[in-house]
């Protein structure tokens, strides 16, 4: 959809982000080990675009997004938002910051204080980063009201009188108040039901559209995420292992296990189900506190090689603007072999492809 | 429209009302279907459309007060499950009916082992010794493959991951080769590679043992790739029903229509906007007297919000509860229409 120009400005440079949390154990609560929750991932955001980040539970996306806006302290790595590196900001100067950059939440439920009303929540950030009057304030909150599509009568009402898709954009207008660039979007629909979704989903594409956004947004769900999303990275324990625009990745993903993912997904569409060969990876995600050895995909990947289990694979560049993480693309003497097998599994998977146009 | 005959299970206007303070919500409304023998029923809607009580209500596991099942007729071997006392319900779940609820995290006990908790139904309803319940408990966990069974009976759901726990929920709910299983959004709470591996084993199981299966889902994609016959339910209501094939190639319910097109997919044309269905799902406070979906229907019409369309026959085992006929693409004449009848 957008052209990937070289001109396209970089709002946020992630690199080499890292996430530790300590277990402890004992009666000292001495340090026995890391829950490397988010293991050294770099990416970048173009100004205006919406970054997918897609994976299972627990492959540390929702950390990584709350990293990035510095909700927990990172362990190590820099995350350059509009060339300010606030990884290493000092807490006078990140609340300076924190207008520019700001977050959607999972649970409109629990995101959302059940004691203050809708004209109070969205205020909130007002109050604290700005020295609006009263009327002004009213005005702007009225303002933000409309703009996510809640009728101004509602603004002396409590959250429990909402629905989830209303607090869901209770929650976006109180994002959207003071004025941010950059907003992290965490799982904002998972929580909503599937009538629900394409309406909030819907209402964030208009306000990028109209002021300009540039969005993360994490979520499970791959249909989604192709709808919204420029550009898709596919997270793995910690990792980022395939990186590239919404149409490479989709329509020939690289990496095993965005294959196993996307095949996966099951279609509404019971011919195509019923024809579908499908990847069905066993077993499950190793525990992050304990990564396996070389690559983290080597105890579920079916194409494993010898050299996973032993070499951690680094993420390359394998086309413009495609990086992948994986042993299957580096140009080694076994690229020959390797590139025939990818080709005709490529193949098999996407014979389903001019099918499923004819079908819709 | 359900007939009755050779149906394993034969559910006849069903309705169940929750006392609320301050009024009554109608969650489930005059809800009539079959569950033929070997088949998978998959019953689709949106949260508080009615799909799981109405589930629950064929089996009492509602809390009364305030759950009350008014009226219905729900047949199973022979009787009437809503008539029957505590003692003989308790006989018909486990042992004829075996359900799977849909978060494996919290409907295991964490304080018993996982092999005591299948052996539970084994002993209680087959009158199995300790030996001949825990071979048998081995051979249900290597049914639903978690490797080393033998060893695993001992361990506690703690130990399970979330899809391992819902293989050993799927043992339990067939233990006693129920005729019936029930599966309440078995793979809503787990990850799409995870809920992958569940639904091959579903299809296998079907293969092995062809007891007949109810699927509750609020997915599109999984109901397509696993069921063989569909029911839409919509505000306590069945709207729609229908073989799987049928129902996604010519849904005639404009709520079903909306619900496909609202669904973004992996392949295919990307739509530069998503449809959407406008409004909320409805308040059931009172027993609808109009359709429930007709503020947010795009059809709707006068006749819409006098009477509350009843399910009408458009052949190939198909049937629709609307006004509308999406083949004329005008409203439903009086003459060959049952909701007159």
Known sequence: MLDHTPTQKTLVEVDGLKMYFPITAGLFRGKVGDVKAVDGVSFSIFEGETLGLVGESGCGKSTCGRALLRLYDVTAGSIRIGGVDIAKLSPDALRRMRPTMQMVFQDPQASLNPRMTVAGIIGEPLDEHTSLGRAEKLARIYELMDAVGLSRDFANRYPHAFSGGQRQRIGIARALALNPKFIVCDEPIAALDVSIQAQVVNLLEELQDRLGLTYLFISHDLSMVRHIADRVAVMYLGQIVELASREALYGSPKHPYTQALLSAVPEPNPEHEANRRRIILTGDVPSPANPPQGCNFCTRCPKVMDICRKVEPVSREIEPGRFVACHLYETTTTAEPTAATEASGKTRLSTNNPTTQQGV | ?341
């Not at chain 2, 009172?286 to 979906?293: E, M, V």
């Open chain 2, 1 to 341: 429209m359900p007939d009755g005959a050779n149906a394993v299970l034969h559910v006849e206007g069903l309705k169940t009302v929750f006392k609320v303070r301050g009024g009554e919500v109608h969650a489930v409304n005059s809800v009539s279907f079959d569950l033929k023998p070997g088949e998978l029923l998959g019953v689709v809607g949106e949260s508080g459309s009615g799909k799981s009580v109405t589930m629950m209500s064929l089996l009492g596991l509602l809390p009364s007060p305030p759950a009350e099942v008014r009226e219905g007729r729900v047949m199973f071997d022979g009787r009437d499950l809503l008539k029957c006392s505590p003692n003989e319900l308790r006989e018909v779940r486990g042992l004829g009916v075996g359900f799977i609820f849909q978060d494996p995290m919290t409907s295991l006990n964490p304080v018993f082992t996982v092999g005591f908790q299948i052996m539970e139904p084994l002993r209680r309803h087959l009158g199995m010794s300790k030996q001949a319940a825990r071979k048998r408990a081995q051979e249900l966990l290597e049914l639903v493959n978690i490797p080393d069974a033998g060893q695993r009976l001992g361990d506690y759901p703690h130990q399970f991951s979330g899809g391992m726990r819902q293989r050993v929920m799927i043992a339990i709910a067939l233990a006693c080769d129920p005729k019936v299983l029930i599966a309440d959004e078995p793979t809503t709470a787990l990850d799409v590679t995870i809920q992958a591996q569940i639904l091959e084993l579903i299809r296998e199981l079907r293969q092995k043992l062809g007891m007949a299966i109810v699927w509750i889902t609020h997915d599109l994609g999984v109901i397509a790739g696993i069921a063989d016959r569909v029911i839409v339910m919509y505000g306590g209501q069945i709207v729609e029903q229908a073989p799987v094939g049928e129902l996604f190639a010519h849904p005639r319910h404009p709520y079903t229509r909306a619900l496909l097109q609202t669904v973004p997919s992996v392949r295919g044309e990307r739509a530069p906007k998503l449809n959407v269905i406008e409004g909320q799902p409805p308040m059931l406070t009172q027993t609808p007297s109009a359709c429930p979906f007709r503020p947010r229907c795009a059809q709707a019409f006068d006749r819409c919000a006098r009477e509350n369309p009843a399910r009408r026959a458009v052949g190939r085992g198909h049937d629709v509860a609307c006004f509308w006929d999406f083949d004329s693409n005008g409203a439903v004449t009086a003459t060959g229409s049952s909701a007159d009848a």
